[in-house]
């Protein structure tokens, strides 16, 4: 692992650090706030996963979850959207697709199944490379994410109920195997097959049994992505029907942008931090 930055900030270490990854066979630069509390023993730590044309920079320069995870005591964690770099394979005219585009699935078609491993690389790969190399208390751990992140965020915790404490999106992307801007992503990266893609479906995954205690969930009704895209009822309708808890809050006005993250991210780190203990 190779620092790449570190400033302090709140008391605490905001770092950039890079590694040559195995799962997604290139090298990946991931974020980690490190809270002041941490220098007294291990601290509980939050994965945050972005959206769509993302990296690990936009929520670390536009987020504003450092004064308040400083306060709270939470490690957060920022990890790249997908595999980079020359020899990856990429369409770089598609946004919704590709470089910023890894969906958070292990690919299984080629060209895409050499690199394309987010899944694996955020629910192993790192959390291993976090465990070794910060102060973290790994039996803490509790996830959110944004639009794409926020599928994965759900995806992710209801595979992994067990590790997580606690799971909250901001504009998540309900049902990705049926929404124009992922379903194609889904049929490049696991095949034709719409079965193999039920096992990154938030709402597909809940009608074939998997559950979670409860959600957090805030969406702006003024975002542009909510009714083709985002959908929160399907995801709204999936958790009735299996007696999951979600507080499902419609934020008037409010869109796809960081400025509406930001505006209720201390909800969701306070959220967290009340799971987390």
């Known amino acids: 692992m190779k620092t790449v930055s570190t400033s302090k900030s709140h008391g605490g270490v905001q770092g950039v650090y890079s590694h040559a990854s195995e799962a997604c066979a290139c090298d990946m630069t991931f974020a980690v706030f490190v809270p002041p509390q941490a220098k007294d023993g291990p601290v509980p730590v939050l994965w945050y996963l972005s959206g769509l044309t993302c990296t690990h920079a936009n929520v670390m320069d536009k987020g504003e979850y450092r004064r308040l995870a400083a306060e709270l005591g939470l490690i957060i964690v920022c990890p790249d959207t997908s595999p980079r770099g020359e020899g990856v ?162 934020q008037e006005g409010y869109d796809h942008s960081y400025n509406f993250i930001s505006t209720f991210m201390d909800d969701h780190l306070r959220w967290h931090a009340a799971r987390l203990g």
């Open 89 to 250: 394979a990429d369409e770089k005219d598609n946004w919704q697709f590709g470089s910023g585009a890894g969906f958070y699935v292990d690919a299984t078609q080629e060209p895409f199944a050499k690199n394309y491993r987010m899944y694996s690389y955020v629910t192993e790969e790192l959390p291993a490379l976090i465990a070794a190399n910060f102060p973290a208390d790994m039996s803490r751990q509790a996830i959110f994410g944004h639009s794409m992140g926020g599928h994965g965020a759900l995806t992710i915790a209801l595979k992994h109920p067990e590790r997580f404490k606690s799971c909250t999106a901001f504009a998540p992307i309900a049902q990705p195997s049926t929404a124009g801007w992922s379903k194609p992503a889904l049929e490049k990266y696991l095949g034709s097959d719409e079965a193999a893609w039920r096992a990154y479906d938030t709402t597909l995954l809940i009608e074939d049994g998997k559950r979670f205690p409860e959600f957090l969930v805030d969406q702006g009704t003024s975002d542009s992505f909510l009714n083709e895209g985002l959908r929160p009822w399907l995801l709204e309708e999936a958790c009735k029907k299996a007696g999951i808890g979600l507080t499902l809050r419609m």
